[in-house]
C-alpha cells in the first residue's frame, strides 16, 4: 500500500482510481502474479519498458476501467502503481502498438492460472442467502459476451444467427458459464467456449469445484441425465429445474406435496426395479417470461433434488430457495456482459475475460463482511 500521507498526484486520476488499482493489488499480490509468470514460462530474459508483471495488471486494468482507451488505461495503471508504491510515475507511455505486442506476448494462459489460483470461496454463514439449513448454496448460470467481428474472432467464434430476417451485423460472441457462490455472489469457477458449446458442455469442466455440503441450483437448460450424474458423482447435492412435461412416474407422494420418482437416459419413465436413479420432485407455481408478450406469466415449475427426505428439505422451502436463484443471478455483476470486448484475437478475448474475472473476484473478495480496507 502506499506511503501514510501520501497524496494522489495531481493530474486527471481520481483518488478512487488508485484505491480501485490498489485493491487489485491486495487481492492479485505481486507475489502471486510472479509465481504465475514463472510457471507459465513469461519471465522475460532481457529488460522491457513493459515486463509481464505489468502487463497482468494492465489487463486487469483494461476490465477494470473498460470505458477507457488502451492509452488512457495506462497512464492510469502507472500514475496509480506509483502512488500504492510511493514512486514517482514514469513520464513516457507505451504506444498502442507497443500495448497490444505486450498483451500479445503474455497471452491468456497466465491470466487464466491467476484467477484459478486466487478465486476461492469467500463463504461466510452470516451473510444472507449463503447458505439453506446445513447446505453451502452454489448456482450455475450462463451468458454470451459481444466480440469485436475480425476475422479471426469471426472464425473462432462465429456470428450469432439472426432471429429476424434481413437482420445482420450481429458481433461475434463467447459462451460463458459462472458457478456462482449465492451469499457472497463471487464466481469460483468459469468456463469458457464459443456460441455453439451448450451449458451443458461448458458445465462438465467447472464440476471439479463442488463437493460435499454445496446444493447445486440450476436451471432448465443445463439438465441431463449424464450431467446430473457427474455433478452428483463429485457428492453436492442438486436442485435442478426441469421441463414440466418431463416423464417423472409418482411412486411416493409426501404430506408437503412432493413426490419420488426416478430419473434415466432420455427422461422416459423409469420404474423403480431399473437402473435409474432416485430423485424428489417439487412442483410450484411461478412466474417466467415470455418471450411472445414481452412479460412475466405463471406457470407449473417442476424441480428436480437429490434431497430425498421431505423432512430434511420441505416442498416449500425448496421452492422458495430456487425462486431466488432468478435474483442471484440479476444481482451478480457477470464479467464483460453488456459491453463488447476489445480484443480482435481469440486468445486476447479469453485473456481479457479472464481479466473481467479477476476484478469480479476483487470485487466481491473486498465486499465481504469483515474485509479489510484498503489503506493508504
Not at 467447472?206 to 457427474?230: I, N, T
Request: net charge positive; proline share 6%; hydrophobic share 40%.
Amino acid at each position: 500500500m502506499a506511503r501514510a500521507g501520501r497524496a494522489p498526484p495531481q493530474s486527471d486520476q481520481r483518488l478512487s482510481d488508485h484505491i480501485a488499482l490498489a485493491a487489485l493489488t491486495r487481492v492479485f499480490t505481486p507475489e502471486v502474479v510472479d509465481a504465475v509468470l514463472v510457471e507459465h514460462g513469461r519471465v522475460e530474459r532481457r529488460n522491457r519498458v513493459l515486463p509481464a508483471r505489468v502487463v497482468v495488471y494492465y489487463v486487469l486494468a483494461l476490465a477494470l476501467f473498460a470505458s477507457c482507451s488502451y492509452e488512457e488505461v495506462m497512464r492510469k495503471l502507472v500514475s496509480g502503481l506509483g502512488w500504492i508504491s510511493g514512486r514517482s510515475p514514469p513520464t513516457t507511455i507505451p504506444t498502442k502498438a507497443a500495448l497490444f505486442q505486450a498483451r500479445r506476448r503474455l497471452g491468456s494462459e497466465p491470466l487464466r492460472a491467476l484467477y484459478e489460483k486466487v478465486a476461492v470461496s469467500l463463504f461466510d454463514a452470516r451473510v444472507p442467502g449463503s447458505s439453506y439449513r446445513s447446505w453451502r448454496l452454489m448456482s450455475l448460470h450462463a451468458s454470451t459476451i459481444d466480440v469485436p467481428a475480425s476475422e479471426a474472432n469471426i472464425e473462432h467464434f462465429s456470428r450469432p444467427m439472426s432471429s429476424r430476417p434481413g437482420r445482420g451485423g450481429a458481433l461475434p460472441q463467447v459462451r460463458v458459464l459462472w458457478l456462482v457462490e449465492c451469499g457472497s455472489r463471487a464466481i469460483i469457477d468459469a468456463a469458457l467456449g464459443t456460441r455453439e458449446h451448450r451449458e451443458r458442455e461448458l458445465t462438465e469442466s467447472v464440476v471439479r469445484s463442488l463437493y460435499p455440503g454445496m446444493l447445486l441450483l440450476a436451471d432448465r437448460a443445463f439438465f441431463s441425465y449424464r450431467l446430473w450424474e457427474l455433478c452428483r458423482s463429485y457428492g453436492a447435492d442438486l436442485l435442478w429445474r426441469v421441463r414440466s412435461d418431463s416423464a417423472l412416474p409418482v411412486e411416493r407422494r409426501y404430506p408437503d406435496g412432493s413426490f419420488a420418482s426416478h430419473i434415466c437416459p432420455g427422461m422416459r419413465a423409469a420404474p423403480k426395479d431399473t437402473d435409474g436413479t432416485a430423485v424428489r420432485v417439487v412442483e410450484f407455481v411461478g412466474t417466467a417470461f415470455d418471450a411472445d408478450t414481452d412479460r412475466d406469466h405463471e406457470r407449473i415449475h417442476r424441480l428436480l433434488t437429490t434431497i430425498l427426505d421431505p423432512e430434511a428439505a420441505p416442498a416449500g422451502e425448496l421452492a422458495e430457495l430456487y425462486s431466488q436463484r432468478r435474483y442471484i443471478g440479476l444481482e451478480t455483476y457477470q464479467p464483460g456482459r453488456g459491453v463488447v470486448l476489445r480484443s480482435k484475437t481469440p486468445d486476447g478475448v479469453i485473456q481479457e475475460i479472464y481479466g473481467h474475472l479477476c476484478v469480479h473476484y476483487a470485487i466481491r473478495s473486498l465486499l465481504r463482511p469483515g474485509a479489510d480496507r484498503v489503506s493508504r
